[in-house]
């Protein structure tokens, strides 16, 4: 079985490599993609979801948070006791900044002195952090206007301490290119795998495979663990890029992100093998792989937060394996995440992979029957 097995892996690799249009597919469109999205790509924020701790309690920090309030462009989500809370609502991307009063705020304003007001913001969406300081910058330059010509004074009396976590320099590529590691790995494998088999078909060699030993199940073996090679060395090559070219830091463990890679794989491999099973020709079959890109992208919150989708669209998300791949990704890049942390991403993951390879090798065994 092995030794059918091998064979088979070794001339899906070689009919892949020598074709020029698939090395075209393996080498052309993750670069180029890599370098548009890395240096073009920029994100809106929609809404700003925000916690409080406010140590004071004064006249001046009320008026102040009910500026926030009325603005239209914050939403407070939650009020916080202590400083220990900060790190978790921050961490589990319940609020994009916590705003700290300290208490000695409204006294310092009623005296004319400077008061500081503590901003903490998520960096690691660097684009969405630049729009919520200058809204927030926009709020307490207003405040302080209301307050000179109420109170009196020469300068604005409240100056803003922010502190961006995860991307202290907020610096957008930081967030952009580790979700591009997904979207390339997705685009190769979906079509290397969406293209094997219609075109065994389109060649006349797939009757030929029909009368070897392989069975149905090891066939379709042979032609998935290729696209696991190739993309993991895909994979592999666009992270060493993206941080020695693009200088964007791994401050997490290569075994986490290589465990996402993996399971990632399977589930794209898996998609690819079934939309292969029911194609009859390559032009299906790279049809078959672009309907189910796009939306896949889309609804994997890589552009555009899913917490802003329609609630349906939410719940389809929870289907679509780049979903928790860009978690991943952005986990183990910017906050240094490790396996322990990651469970709940991999085992959707692996799950969705584990379904469409049964899925497609059943396809496999009705066309061949």
């Not at 701790?53 to 407070?76: H, I, K, Q």
């Not at 009368?211 to 379709?220: G, H």
């Not at 491999?269 to 189910?292: C, E, K, R």
């Not at 986990?331 to 469409?356: K, R």
Request: glycine letters at 8%.
């Amino acid at each position: 079985m092995w030794t059918h097995l091998k064979a088979l892996i070794i001339k899906e690799l070689l009919a892949v490599l020598k074709d020029k249009k698939s090395r075209m597919v393996l080498i052309a469109p993750p670069l180029v993609q890599l370098f548009i999205f890395s240096y073009a790509a920029t994100f809106d924020l929609n809404h700003g979801p925000y916690a409080v701790l406010n140590e004071d309690r004064g006249a001046a920090s009320r008026e102040l948070l009910a500026r926030f309030e009325g603005s239209g462009t914050f939403a407070c989500v939650a009020r916080l006791d202590g400083d220990a809370q900060i790190e978790p609502v921050i961490d589990n991307k319940k609020a994009l900044l916590v705003i700290r009063f300290p208490s000695d705020f409204s006294r310092n304003m009623e005296l004319g002195r400077p008061a500081e007001v503590q901003v903490n913001v998520d960096g690691r969406n660097s684009n969405s952090a630049m729009l919520v300081m200058n809204y927030v910058q926009s709020v307490v330059s207003s405040f302080n206007i209301s307050w000179i010509k109420e109170h009196g004074g020469r300068a604005p009396p409240a100056n803003l301490v922010i502190r961006p976590w995860y991307n202290p320099n907020l610096i957008s590529r930081w967030f952009i290119v580790p979700g591009i590691v997904g979207l390339l790995i997705l685009l190769v494998t979906l079509l290397i795998t969406a293209l094997s088999v219609a075109r065994e078909r389109e060649s006349g060699t797939f009757d030929q495979l029909l009368v070897t030993p392989l069975r149905p199940s090891e066939i379709l073996l042979g032609k998935a663990i290729p696209g696991v090679i190739l993309g993991l060395t895909e994979a592999t090559v666009i992270i060493l890029i993206i941080v020695l070219g693009f200088k964007v830091p791994l401050l997490g463990s290569l075994p986490a992100l290589y465990l996402g890679i993996f399971l990632f794989l399977l589930s794209s491999i898996g998609v690819g093998l079934m939309i292969s099973s029911l194609a009859v020709t390559q032009q299906q079959g790279l049809l078959g792989a672009f309907l189910f890109l796009v939306p896949a992208i889309n609804l994997s919150g890589f552009s555009t937060p899913i917490a802003n989708m329609p609630y349906c669209l939410q719940k389809l998300t929870l289907i679509n394996p780049l979903r928790y791949f860009i978690v991943i990704l952005r986990s183990v890049f910017l906050e240094g995440a490790t396996i322990n942390l990651l469970w709940s991403q991999y085992v959707p993951m692996a799950v969705i992979g584990v379904v469409c390879l049964f899925t497609a090798s059943s396809l496999f065994r009705r066309r061949m029957g």
